[in-house]
């Protein structure tokens, strides 16, 4: 740890006024203290100190600057000072003419900090001075010649000064720039000189930088002709601009003329306000858009013009529907025109229109977005894009009756069966087919169709259509078949066999299997199988459809043993002409 007793001193200097420069307080950020303190040597436990880092030089207008948020690190010069070895440091960028406290620490270089040394107090001062501390005024000046003042520069708190005096046009600095001053009281001097180049008044500031401070003196003057000439500049058009002179003397903006010298050249030069654009030079010999250089031989005239700049706002259609897009102000009918040169910032509002048929789905482009108007702030070249589309409008198919079936569209959108409804752009004309499946017959359309034709439908609104399908009726050989009179033939079997198969595609089941696939009549045997298949595949479809299963006569067959019969196939055609 270190040592916590300290020697600390703070050097002030002579207090110096603030000069007033166009009516505002010189800045005062630029006041210094000389602060220097005697090194430490040993540790708290009395020690030889051998590992200081650093100075922490803490300062504040507060009564306790340290610990606190504002000091200047300085490194130490030795990681173990010497008996009696006095530090010193600068403090620099305080506030001229307030008090400052100030406190030291030493931190080792671990980073470990000491405790604060006591507090010194001293008020910020300049570390040099400037006289005179009033404006220098170079009075009534005739073109063409010059006028030189001077200002004396003093070094009023010791030590080694080096600085440099800097002054705009028409002002200059002749001699004393850079100044070295060396020692409490030491001088040097500044010459400016006026050459004024034009009537008009002059007023800058000197300005004297040292060692981080900074010191203004206001500088005045005024030309005087001596038989010049006058130049005079105007401006013309819509749009805003300046025109400055070389030599200075014309800024317009506010100065539009000003004497010169008779026989010497003057530049103009002209810059166009945001939104403008600088066309052109007329008068005093000068054209085109470059500088004009006037002669001054006469009293002259020039006009510079500076037109509003213009951009091209563009408009697009796109997507498969149409429309119009007009805009306000008028410029804009897209349709036909549908793109114009605009003002830079005029505000530009675009309205979609969508013809009939048609839907207007929104804009891209030009920061606009949404269905609503497009407002376009004109500042550069833009281009916006409207979307329209054909409308479109459901077709919608329903099946009814008892048959099955499909019914498709052309264009493709509708297979029903699964897909039973789907959308067609406007104007669309939409052909429907009905395809009755087995077993089922399409008996026709109703809703925007009729007729058992093709269904051509237009579709410039929501339309629906239905299709009936209806189960074809069955012709049974022998029908009804009469007990103990009509024989069970081959072809009776063939027939149930078909209308039973029907019936379970109707109603979603696979066709069923038989044995012996092929009857002939007068040689195909008739067996009991052949009616007990029957009745299985058909009862399944009762099953399926959750009905109470038909009464057999002879519900059990047996093989070479029950005797086919009138009453099983009557019963058969009964109940299988009952499904839907």
Request: glycine residues 12%.
């Amino acid at each position: 740890m270190f040592d916590r007793r300290w020697l600390l001193g703070l050097t002030t200097g002579t207090v110096l006024a603030l000069a007033a420069v166009f009516g505002v307080a010189v800045p005062a950020s630029a006041g210094v203290l000389d602060a220097t303190w005697t090194a430490p040597t040993t540790n708290s436990d009395g020690s030889a100190l051998s590992d200081l880092g650093s100075y922490r030089i803490y300062y504040s207008t507060s009564a306790t600057p340290c610990p606190g948020p504002t000091f200047f690190t300085v490194a130490s010069s030795t990681t173990a000072p010497g008996p009696n070895q006095t530090v010193s440091f600068r403090l620099t960028g305080l506030t001229t003419g307030l008090t400052y406290n100030v406190a030291v620490s030493a931190v080792d270089t671990s980073g470990n900090e000491s405790a604060c040394s006591t507090v010194a107090s001293a008020v910020a001062q300049v570390d040099f001075a400037v006289t005179p501390t009033t404006t220098v005024a170079f009075g009534n000046v005739n073109i063409g010649t010059s006028v030189t003042q001077t200002f004396t520069v003093q070094n009023i708190r010791g030590g080694t000064i080096t600085g440099t005096a800097s002054v705009g046009a028409p002002f200059g600095i002749v001699s004393g720039s850079p100044f070295t001053l060396v020692g409490s009281g030491t001088t040097a001097t500044v010459t400016v000189r006026f050459t004024p180049t034009s009537t008009a008044a002059a007023s800058t500031n000197v300005n004297f930088a040292a060692d981080g401070d900074t010191l203004s003196r206001l500088v005045t003057g005024t030309g005087v002709s001596t038989g010049g000439t006058t130049l005079t500049v105007s401006k013309a058009g819509a749009g805003g601009g300046t025109v400055t002179s070389a030599p200075a003397g014309i800024s317009c903006g506010a100065t539009c003329s000003a004497s010169f010298t008779t026989g010497s050249s003057v530049t103009l030069t002209a810059a166009a306000a945001a939104g403008s654009t600088f066309t052109g030079w007329s008068g005093g010999g000068c054209t085109g858009t470059g500088a004009c250089t006037v002669t001054m031989n006469a009293a002259t005239s020039v006009t510079a013009t500076f037109m509003q700049s213009s951009f091209t706002l563009t408009v697009a259609n796109s997507g498969n529907g149409t429309g119009t897009v007009t805009s306000s102000p008028a410029g804009i009918s897209c349709g036909a025109t549908c793109s114009q040169a605009f003002t830079s910032g005029t505000m530009v509002t675009l309205t979609a229109a969508p013809s009939a048929g048609s839907t207007f789905t929104g804009w891209s482009g030009g920061g606009c977005t949404g269905t609503g108007t497009c407002t376009v702030t004109i500042n550069a070249a833009t281009s916006v894009t409207a979307t329209f589309i054909l409308q479109s409008f459901t077709l919608t198919v329903t099946k009814s009756g008892a048959g099955i079936g499909t019914v498709t569209s052309t264009p493709a959108g509708i297979a029903c069966g699964a897909t039973c409804s789907a959308s067609f752009t406007s104007g669309a004309a939409v052909s429907l087919t009905a395809a009755p499946a087995t077993g089922s017959t399409f008996t026709g359309w109703s809703g925007a169709c009729t007729g058992t034709g093709a269904c051509s439908v237009t579709m410039s609104a929501a339309r629906a259509v239905t299709a009936t399908f209806a189960i074809t009726s069955t012709s049974f050989t022998d029908n009804p078949l009469v007990a103990q009179t009509t024989v069970v033939k081959a072809v009776h079997i063939v027939e149930l066999r078909t209308a039973i198969n029907a019936a379970r595609t109707r109603n979603g089941l696979a066709a069923a299997n038989w044995t012996d696939p092929t009857l002939t009549a007068g040689s195909t045997t008739l067996k009991v199988v052949h009616i007990a298949e029957l009745r299985s595949a058909l009862n399944q479809v009762y099953t399926k459809l959750a009905r109470t299963l038909p009464t057999y006569t002879d519900p059990t067959l047996l093989a070479g043993q029950t005797v086919s019969k009138a009453a099983h196939v009557q019963e058969l055609r009964t109940a299988v002409s009952a499904l839907p």
